[in-house]
C-alpha cells in the first residue's frame, strides 16, 4: 500500500514591525508603566504625581475599553489608555504632559474613527478623575516671609546647622549626608540607626545645645520629631525631604535638598502654625479611629511584607473589620469611623484632603464621618464617586480655633503625622501653640 503524505502549510508570520509593537505596549498599559516609573525617578513631587495621576487615568480607561470590546468589533484600547494617561500627566505637570502627549498622539497616526472615539474616552476619564482626585494649585500656601537674624541663622557654608540623617526613612535615593556635605561643608551631620524609637529625638536634643537652626533629613515623621524639638529648644527648622512622604515639604514647594541649601545660604524662611493633640506637636494632620487602625496594622505587616503590600492588604482588613469610636464632642455624643484633624484650613472640601491654602491661619480643620449610620462606609463611597459629598448625612466638616473630645471608651489610640500613639487621658484637646515655627524655604515658593 502507498502511503500519502500530508504536509501541513503554515502560513508565513509577518514579524511585528515597531509601530505594531508600540500599539501593543500603548494597548497593554506598559509603555504607561514605564512613563510612570521615569517620573517616579526624577524625585520631583510635581513629576511623581503626575505619573501616579496617568497611570490611573489610563488603568480605568484600559479596563472600561476591554470590556467595550466584547460588544463593538473596534479594539480602542491603545488610544484610550493613552489619552487618559497624557491627560491626566499634563494636568497635574506642563513640563511632563508635553512628551506624554506626543507618545499619545503616536498612537494616533492612523486616524480612524476608533482612534478618535477612544482618544475622547481617555481624554474624559483624565479630567474626570479631577473631580475625584482634584488638582493642587499652581501657587505655593501664604505664610509669612521671614529673614532670619544673623544670631538665628545658619551662615552660608553650614556653621551653626545640626542636620540628623534618619537611616531608616527612605524613598529608594540612598543617604544624602555626602550630598549635605558638599553643600554646607561647616554643618555638623549625623547618621541616626533606629533601633528604639526614640534615637532621633536625643540625637536633635544634643545637637540643639551648640546649633542655632535644627536640620532632619526624613520623613513626615522625621519632620514631626524635628519641630517638637525646635519649639522647645526655640530654634529654626531646616527640613531636607528624603521620606516615602513629604506633605510639609511639598505644601512648602521643597522638592530636593538643593532648595532648602538655598533658601539656608539666602537666610530665607516662613512662620508656620503647630498644632498639637494630646500634647504632641504635629505640622500637616493628625487622626483617631479607622485611620490609626490602617497605620498600626501596617506596621506589624510591612517587616514581612513591605510596605505597599502591607498599606493595601491592612486597608482591606480595616475597611472590612474597624468599628466606629464613641466619643463626646462638645458635650454632644456621637459614634465616629474615621475622623481627620488638620493644622491649618486643607482644600478641597471632602474626605480627600489635600493641600493647605494656609500655613498661618490659626485655624483646625475637623472632618469626619459618623459611624452609627446605616450603611455609613456605603454612602460615603458613593457620595465620594458621584461628586456628592457635601450633601451626604454621614460626612461632617467644620473649622474650628479649639477641639475637645472625650472618649466614651478609655484612652484613644491617636495618630499626628503618620505616627500613632496612646492618648494620655480620655480627655483629648486639639488647639494650636501660641508661638510659630521658623521653617527654612525659598520666597519664591509662598504666595
Request: charged letters at 25%.
Given at each position: 500500500?502507498?502511503?500519502?503524505?500530508?504536509?501541513?502549510?503554515?502560513?508565513?508570520?509577518?514579524?511585528?514591525?515597531?509601530?505594531?509593537?508600540?500599539?501593543?505596549?500603548?494597548?497593554?498599559?506598559?509603555?504607561?508603566?514605564?512613563?510612570?516609573?521615569?517620573?517616579?525617578?526624577?524625585?520631583?513631587?510635581?513629576?511623581?504625581?503626575?505619573?501616579?495621576?496617568?497611570?490611573?487615568?489610563?488603568?480605568?480607561?484600559?479596563?472600561?475599553?476591554?470590556?467595550?470590546?466584547?460588544?463593538?468589533?473596534?479594539?480602542?484600547?491603545?488610544?484610550?489608555?493613552?489619552?487618559?494617561?497624557?491627560t491626566g500627566v499634563a494636568l497635574e505637570s506642563r513640563a511632563a504632559g508635553a512628551p506624554s502627549a506626543l507618545l499619545a498622539a503616536a498612537t494616533l497616526r492612523?486616524?480612524?474613527?476608533?482612534?478618535?472615539?477612544?482618544?475622547?474616552?481617555?481624554?474624559?476619564?483624565?479630567?474626570?478623575?479631577?473631580?475625584?482626585?482634584?488638582?493642587?494649585?499652581?501657587?505655593?500656601?501664604?505664610?509669612?516671609?521671614?529673614?532670619?537674624?544673623?544670631?538665628?541663622?545658619?551662615?552660608?557654608?553650614?556653621?551653626?546647622?545640626?542636620?540628623?540623617?534618619?537611616?531608616?526613612?527612605?524613598?529608594?535615593?540612598?543617604?544624602?549626608?555626602?550630598?549635605?556635605?558638599?553643600?554646607?561643608?561647616?554643618?555638623?551631620?549625623?547618621?541616626?540607626?533606629?533601633?528604639?524609637?526614640?534615637?532621633?529625638?536625643?540625637?536633635?536634643?544634643?545637637?540643639?545645645?551648640?546649633?542655632?537652626?535644627?536640620?532632619?533629613?526624613?520623613?513626615?515623621?522625621?519632620?514631626?520629631?524635628?519641630?517638637?524639638?525646635?519649639?522647645?529648644?526655640?530654634?529654626?527648622?531646616?527640613?531636607?525631604?528624603?521620606?516615602?512622604?513629604?506633605?510639609?515639604?511639598?505644601?512648602?514647594?521643597?522638592?530636593?535638598?538643593?532648595?532648602?541649601?538655598?533658601?539656608?545660604?539666602?537666610?530665607?524662611?516662613?512662620?508656620?502654625?503647630?498644632?498639637?493633640?494630646?500634647?504632641?506637636?504635629?505640622?500637616?494632620?493628625?487622626?483617631?479611629?479607622?485611620?490609626?487602625?490602617?497605620?498600626?496594622?501596617?506596621?506589624?505587616?510591612?517587616?514581612?511584607?513591605?510596605?505597599?503590600?502591607?498599606?493595601?492588604?491592612?486597608?482591606?482588613?480595616?475597611?472590612?473589620?474597624?468599628?466606629?469610636?464613641?466619643?463626646?464632642?462638645?458635650?454632644?455624643?456621637?459614634?465616629?469611623?474615621?475622623?481627620?484633624?488638620?493644622?491649618?484650613?486643607?482644600?478641597?472640601?471632602?474626605?480627600?484632603?489635600?493641600?493647605?491654602?494656609?500655613?498661618?491661619?490659626?485655624?483646625?480643620?475637623?472632618?469626619?464621618?459618623?459611624?452609627?449610620?446605616?450603611?455609613?462606609?456605603?454612602?460615603?463611597?458613593?457620595?465620594?464617586?458621584?461628586?456628592?459629598?457635601?450633601?451626604?448625612?454621614?460626612?461632617?466638616?467644620?473649622?474650628?480655633?479649639?477641639?475637645?473630645?472625650?472618649?466614651?471608651?478609655?484612652?484613644?489610640?491617636?495618630?499626628?503625622d503618620g505616627e500613632t500613639f496612646q492618648s494620655s487621658s480620655d480627655e483629648i484637646i486639639i488647639r494650636k501653640l501660641p508661638d510659630r515655627?521658623?521653617?527654612?524655604?525659598?520666597?519664591?515658593?509662598?504666595?
Amino acid at each position: 500500500m502507498q502511503l500519502t503524505k500530508f504536509h501541513s502549510l503554515n502560513p508565513i508570520r509577518k514579524k511585528p514591525s515597531a509601530s505594531d509593537r508600540f500599539d501593543q505596549a500603548a494597548g497593554s498599559g506598559l509603555l504607561w508603566g514605564a512613563v510612570a516609573f521615569i517620573l517616579w525617578a526624577t524625585e520631583v513631587r510635581s513629576a511623581r504625581r503626575a505619573g501616579l495621576r496617568g497611570l490611573l487615568s489610563a488603568a480605568i480607561a484600559w479596563v472600561i475599553a476591554t470590556i467595550s470590546a466584547r460588544y463593538v468589533e473596534d479594539d480602542y484600547r491603545a488610544p484610550a489608555t493613552a489619552a487618559a494617561f497624557a491627560t491626566g500627566v499634563a494636568l497635574e505637570s506642563r513640563a511632563a504632559g508635553a512628551p506624554s502627549a506626543l507618545l499619545a498622539a503616536a498612537t494616533l497616526r492612523r486616524r480612524t474613527p476608533a482612534d478618535a472615539y477612544g482618544a475622547a474616552l481617555g481624554a474624559g476619564i483624565g479630567l474626570g478623575l479631577s473631580r475625584l482626585w482634584p488638582i493642587p494649585p499652581d501657587e505655593g500656601p501664604e505664610a509669612p516671609k521671614v529673614y532670619l537674624p544673623s544670631h538665628a541663622a545658619a551662615s552660608p557654608e553650614g556653621e551653626g546647622l545640626f542636620i540628623a540623617v534618619n537611616s531608616a526613612s527612605g524613598n529608594g535615593n540612598g543617604d544624602p549626608s555626602e550630598e549635605l556635605k558638599d553643600a554646607l561643608p561647616l554643618a555638623k551631620i549625623e547618621t541616626i540607626e533606629i533601633v528604639e524609637g526614640d534615637e532621633l529625638r536625643k540625637a536633635l536634643d544634643r545637637g540643639s545645645e551648640h546649633a542655632n537652626v535644627l536640620g532632619v533629613s526624613g520623613g513626615d515623621g522625621s519632620i514631626n520629631t524635628a519641630a517638637q524639638v525646635a519649639l522647645d529648644h526655640e530654634k529654626a527648622l531646616a527640613i531636607f525631604p528624603s521620606g516615602t512622604f513629604n506633605h510639609l515639604a511639598g505644601d512648602l514647594g521643597i522638592e530636593r535638598a538643593e532648595e532648602t541649601v538655598a533658601a539656608i545660604k539666602q537666610g530665607q524662611a516662613i512662620g508656620m502654625d503647630v498644632a498639637t493633640i494630646d500634647n504632641h506637636v504635629f505640622v500637616n494632620t493628625a487622626s483617631f479611629g479607622a485611620y490609626v487602625e490602617l497605620v498600626d496594622m501596617r506596621e506589624k505587616l510591612e517587616k514581612r511584607l513591605g510596605k505597599w503590600p502591607a498599606v493595601l492588604i491592612a486597608l482591606v482588613r480595616v475597611l472590612k473589620k474597624s468599628k466606629p469610636v464613641r466619643v463626646e464632642i462638645e458635650g454632644r455624643e456621637m459614634r465616629i469611623w474615621m475622623a481627620f484633624i488638620g493644622n491649618c484650613r486643607y482644600s478641597p472640601r471632602g474626605f480627600a484632603p489635600s493641600w493647605r491654602k494656609r500655613l498661618d491661619d490659626d485655624q483646625i480643620d475637623f472632618r469626619y464621618v459618623v459611624g452609627s449610620a446605616p450603611w455609613a462606609r456605603l454612602r460615603l463611597v458613593l457620595a465620594v464617586l458621584t461628586g456628592r459629598l457635601a450633601d451626604c448625612k454621614v460626612y461632617k466638616q467644620s473649622v474650628v480655633k479649639e477641639l475637645r473630645i472625650r472618649s466614651l471608651e478609655g484612652p484613644l489610640r491617636l495618630a499626628r503625622d503618620g505616627e500613632t500613639f496612646q492618648s494620655s487621658s480620655d480627655e483629648i484637646i486639639i488647639r494650636k501653640l501660641p508661638d510659630r515655627l521658623a521653617v527654612y524655604c525659598p520666597h519664591e515658593g509662598i504666595a
